[in-house]
């Protein structure tokens, strides 16, 4: 009677479940009072290339060799494709146990119920840089750990370049003399420069503000570059790229994670690595992008254990260090990293930039729902066109800020 009473409540929570948002019975994983052991297979997704690549399959090479009974794969899978492919699989129940994706997804995965959240007493995240935490949490909760950070710099031919500019001004002065200046120019990639005219995105306690004066600053001065003959403004990153790499252009505003395969492409020694200019004593500020890693839903318990355990690894100081020195694109996340400075000059730029970078809360990139962006780009390509001034393209950006944070108050 017993057994048959048992079976019956099952079966009633199953039919519960099926009735119900799946969610609304899902749990988030205990991880603390369980131990994975070291036996499983584990499939990764990453988007490394080149030297990156190299450098991440050396470090699942040391877990390997800690844990031979444990199959690791590891597959490259393109950034553009990442995010929909592990939904599309995940939701068939397959798909990596561990993806390493942009931050910005984590939304659009959890809403999708295929990343699990993660329990704060199984993570140590006091161990990672603060710009980072606001990456990995959504409503308060924990989806990701954060893995490596990418941040806008200045790439420059040091062959052309003895003295590389700390100035948009100086910037100016060197082309004047022939000096070629290859800008990523939208939205996003050019918001850097509203750093160096004073503007802040985000207010003292982590608000959304918009920058209007310092942006309709630095438009103006955008606007008069993009008709220089030696300035050029452009959203395609690769044509700017490729045209660095043969020496087309003599500065380019490059990001942390092209650094690899700039320095395997140009010839030896030629890449020059500096912060972005500034301008009037402010410091660019560029916007931070966070690599995580995620954990798959459709995954076993003991999966996500292990994938978990892997996670914690991949972000350990010893495996951080190696990663940011070996490849010398990547910032390590987690505080307790450390890097000789005077054996890797590279890593000294991008560690410097990236403690003057912007990092946009996820729960803002969540309630926003590409909106700004999507203005910002339209406006930002009209100003230059010439269709409109650049104070009235700052008013208007101005108004959709006010009117998004208007609704988010209204809807807590």
Same mark, same amino acid.
């Given at each position: 009677?017993?057994?048959?009473?048992?079976?019956?409540?099952?079966?009633?929570?199953?039919?519960?479940?099926?009735?119900?948002?799946?969610?609304?019975?899902?749990?988030?994983?205990?991880?603390?009072?369980?131990?994975?052991?070291?036996?499983?297979?584990?499939?990764?997704?990453?988007?490394?290339?080149?030297?990156?690549?190299?450098?991440?399959?050396?470090?699942?090479?040391?877990?390997?060799?800690?844990?031979?009974?444990?199959?690791?794969?590891?597959?490259?899978?393109?950034?553009?494709?990442?995010?929909?492919?592990?939904?599309?699989?995940?939701?068939?129940?397959?798909?990596?146990?561990? $993806?390493? @994706?942009?931050?910005?997804?984590? !939304?659009?995965?959890?809403?999708?119920?295929? =990343?699990? #959240? &993660?329990?704060? *007493?199984?993570?140590?995240?006091?161990?990672?840089?603060?710009?980072?935490?606001?990456?990995?949490?959504?409503?308060?909760?924990?989806?990701?750990?954060?893995?490596?950070?990418?941040?806008?710099?200045?790439?420059?031919?040091?062959?052309?370049?003895?003295?590389?500019?700390?100035?948009?001004?100086?910037?100016?002065?060197?082309?004047?003399?022939?000096?070629?200046?290859?800008?990523?120019?939208?939205?996003?990639?050019?918001?850097?420069?509203?750093?160096?005219?004073?503007?802040?995105?985000?207010?003292?306690?982590?608000?959304?503000?918009?920058?209007?004066?310092?942006?309709?600053?630095?438009?103006?001065?955008?606007?008069?570059?993009?008709?220089?003959?030696?300035?050029?403004?452009?959203?395609?990153?690769?044509?700017?790229?490729? $045209?660095? @790499?043969?020496?087309?252009?003599? !500065?380019?505003?490059?990001?942390?994670?092209? =650094?690899? #395969? &700039?320095?395997? *492409?140009?010839?030896?020694?030629?890449?020059?690595?500096?912060?972005?200019?500034?301008?009037?004593?402010?410091?660019?500020?560029?916007?931070?992008?966070?690599?995580?890693?995620?954990?798959?839903?459709?995954?076993?318990?003991?999966?996500?254990?292990?994938?978990?355990?892997?996670?914690?690894?991949?972000?350990?100081?010893?495996?951080?260090?190696?990663?940011?020195?070996?490849?010398?694109?990547?910032?390590?996340?987690?505080?307790?990293?450390?890097?000789?400075?005077?054996?890797?000059?590279?890593?000294?730029?991008?560690?410097?930039?990236?403690?003057?970078?912007?990092?946009?809360?996820?729960?803002?990139?969540?309630?926003?729902?590409?909106?700004?962006?999507?203005?910002?780009?339209?406006?930002?390509?009209?100003?230059?066109?010439?269709?409109?001034?650049?104070?009235?393209?700052?008013?208007?950006?101005?108004?959709?800020?006010?009117?998004?944070?208007?609704?988010?108050?209204?809807?807590?």
């Amino acid at each position: 009677m017993l057994k048959m009473h048992g079976c019956k409540i099952i079966q009633i929570f199953f039919i519960i479940c099926l009735t119900l948002d799946l969610n609304s019975c899902y749990q988030k994983p205990d991880f603390t009072n369980q131990q994975a052991g070291n036996k499983g297979n584990i499939l990764i997704w990453h988007s490394f290339t080149n030297n990156d690549a190299q450098v991440f399959e050396s470090i699942l090479n040391e877990y390997r060799t800690i844990h031979p009974n444990l199959r690791l794969v590891s597959e490259y899978v393109s950034e553009k494709n990442m995010s929909s492919q592990f939904a599309e699989q995940s939701q068939s129940g397959f798909g990596p146990d561990l $993806a390493i @994706i942009w931050y910005s997804h984590i !939304y659009e995965l959890s809403q999708k119920s295929i =990343i699990i #959240e &993660l329990d704060s *007493k199984s993570i140590n995240l006091s161990q990672y840089l603060p710009v980072t935490l606001n990456h990995i949490k959504l409503n308060n909760k924990i989806y990701a750990l954060p893995f490596s950070i990418d941040v806008q710099v200045l790439c420059y031919d040091k062959n052309k370049i003895k003295n590389p500019a700390k100035t948009w001004s100086e910037i100016v002065q060197q082309t004047k003399t022939g000096i070629k200046v290859g800008i990523t120019s939208d939205f996003i990639s050019s918001f850097w420069g509203v750093g160096s005219m004073g503007g802040k995105l985000l207010d003292k306690q982590g608000n959304l503000e918009f920058p209007k004066l310092a942006w309709s600053q630095w438009l103006g001065i955008l606007q008069k570059a993009n008709i220089e003959p030696h300035t050029i403004l452009s959203e395609e990153k690769e044509l700017l790229r490729n $045209a660095f @790499i043969k020496g087309e252009l003599d !500065y380019y505003t490059c990001e942390s994670i092209e =650094i690899s #395969e &700039l320095k395997n *492409k140009l010839p030896k020694n030629n890449l020059g690595v500096t912060v972005l200019p500034g301008e009037n004593s402010q410091t660019a500020k560029p916007l931070i992008d966070t690599e995580v890693i995620v954990l798959n839903k459709a995954s076993s318990l003991k999966q996500q254990q292990l994938a978990l355990q892997i996670a914690n690894f991949l972000t350990n100081h010893e495996q951080q260090e190696k990663f940011a020195v070996q490849a010398e694109s990547q910032i390590p996340t987690n505080i307790e990293s450390q890097v000789d400075y005077r054996l890797s000059p590279i890593q000294a730029i991008l560690l410097k930039q990236a403690q003057e970078g912007v990092s946009i809360p996820l729960d803002i990139i969540s309630k926003t729902k590409g909106r700004i962006t999507k203005r910002g780009n339209e406006l930002y390509h009209q100003v230059l066109a010439g269709e409109i001034t650049a104070d009235e393209a700052a008013d208007e950006m101005n108004k959709l800020v006010n009117l998004i944070n208007q609704e988010n108050r209204a809807n807590k």
